[in-house]
Nanobody, 127 residues
Framework: QVRLVESGGGSVQAGGSLTLSCSVF????????MGWFRQAPGKEREGVAA???????SVADSVKGRFTISQDKSKNTLYLQMNSLKPEDTAMYYC?????????????????????WGQGTQVTVSS
């Protein structure tokens, strides 16, 4: 059974940075498609960044140039580096994974129906 555990959330001022981590337990995720999603109160969940099973990466237009997704296969960990944070980035951030073979662009939307999800980590950005 795959288990995802996020960490690294917190409260920062606008312009600050945070790095989220998603540790994968129970499976070597090298063949998984993985991504980061977020959901703010009263809003729909949206894909933020993804890594496809082919190793490709993609980020949403709303965070392009500010967020970077990466992975450390030796640690079975997915990361989301978030720079120049804005108040509108405030949300619960979730890690998602599935065994389906996807490119990163596909994963950014398809993983909204992923089989595995973490418990989420809160990111709050104050102005």
């Amino acid at each position: 059974q795959v288990r995802l555990v996020e960490s690294g959330g917190g409260s920062v001022q606008a312009g600050g940075s945070l790095t989220l981590s998603c540790s994968v337990f129970g499976y070597t995720y090298i063949t998984l498609s993985m991504g980061w999603f977020r959901q703010a109160p009263g809003k729909e969940r949206e894909g933020v960044a993804a890594i496809g099973s082919d190793g490709s990466t993609s980020v949403a237009d709303s965070v392009k140039g500010r967020f970077t997704i990466s992975q450390d296969k030796s640690k079975n960990t997915l990361y989301l580096q978030m720079n120049s944070l804005k108040p509108e980035d405030t949300a619960m951030y979730y890690c998602a994974a599935d065994w389906v073979g996807l490119t990163a662009i596909q994963a950014l939307t398809a993983l909204s129906r992923a089989r595995y999800w973490g418990q989420g980590t809160q990111v709050t950005v104050s102005s």
